[in-house]
């Protein structure tokens, strides 16, 4: 984002993406930088997942997110409740993660 001073001292940020478009590749806050909604407040950005660890966050029926990470042996109760929606959103992070991953793979054998 880029910061616009104004008469008073304070900055207006400027986007550098289209709010409506749909943005799949992303990156974490920098040392120092602060995360910015859209509509301008602060937001909190947690490191507890680092920017090396692959990852998916689904949000639940009651407002929370649960987030998948690359650990084996996942167990069905496990599982909280997601509506329709979510279930078909993860059906197509499944087959871009499959093709993602077969795309890594035949380029490693070229």
């Known amino acids: 984002m880029n910061a616009i001073p104004t008469h008073n001292g304070l900055s207006v940020v400027t986007p550098k993406v289209q709010a409506n478009a749909s943005s799949t590749l992303l990156r974490y806050p920098r040392q120092g930088e602060m995360a910015i909604s859209m509509s301008g407040s602060p937001l909190l950005v947690t490191s507890i997942i680092n920017d090396r660890t692959a990852n998916v966050s689904v949000p639940l ?20 409740e997601m509506s329709e929606e979510t279930e078909g959103h993860l059906e197509t992070l499944k087959m871009n993660i499959n093709t993602l991953l077969n795309a890594y793979k035949s380029s490693k054998n070229n």
């Not at 009651?62 to 990470?69: E, M």
């Open 61 to 80: 029926l009651d407002g929370r997110v649960i987030s998948i990470l690359p650990q084996p042996n996942l167990q069905p109760y496990e599982v909280p």
